[in-house]
């Protein structure tokens, strides 16, 4: 008799345990456990289960159901989530903001410029980070105060143009190895040239003579890419002090 009644009483218990574990407050503490676990894909099912209970905290669930899929680069289904708002500022900001962490930037801004308080500041921010994710620095200063200095860049077409000396565009932008190396292939190249001319080698010096073009022009192309890549990492040097700067 006392072993039924124990079975009866540890079956009760365990139900109770159960039917506690599916209620809603519990399973919002544990879904928000796991996103501070940075556990995004289980925080996700849980929070989607919070819904599915109907918690009385419906935007504040959405909230972080679309900060779990913006983690998990979800971005679609992000969007979709933003029909747990009433219309208004706060759904056209959380649209803004999935587009602007998908990078899709244009349509980012489609959503942040009609907004008005209380989320104008962080629709500016976002606008400006937006614009110096572009590189668009001078549009991006319009939105946010940039540190100083800005970038100062080296023009293509000079160095194209310095490289009519091999090498001198890869020193121009302060690619001096390659600018060596430049100098080095396009001489060796040429000189060979000119010494199987004076031995009337005909097929070596073609060759060569072949090989010190190609080299050259690869050398005119190189200075006129170590200008662009030079200005490239001025700019990402320089976002990524934006970042730093504007919190």
Known sequence: ??????????????????????EPGNVLKFADHMFEQKDYQTALGEYKRCQFLGDSQPEYIADRVIEC???????????????YYQSGPRKQYTKGLIYYLAGS??????????????????????????????????KASEYIDLPGPVPRYKNPMLGGFLSLVPGAGHFYSGRVSDGIYALVIVGTASA????????DENIKFGFCLGAAILFYAGNIYGGINAARN????QNLTYLEKIKETVK
Not at 192 to 199: G, I, T
Not at 230 to 233: A, D, E, G, I, S
């Open 1 to 22: 008799m006392i072993a039924i009644i124990f079975f009866i009483q540890t079956q009760t218990d365990s139900m109770t345990i159960g039917v506690n574990m599916f």
């Open 69 to 83: 899929l913006t983690n998990l680069k979800r971005f679609d289904e992000a969007l979709e989530e933003t029909g």
């Open 105 to 138: 930037y244009d349509s980012s801004r489609l959503y942040l410029v009609k907004i008005d308080l209380p989320y104008i500041d962080r629709a500016r921010k976002l606008m400006g980070l937006g614009y110096a994710e572009e590189f668009d620095f001078q």
């Open 192 to 199: 060979l040239s000119c010494y199987y001319y004076n031995r």
């Open 230 to 233: 030079y200005n490239f990492y």
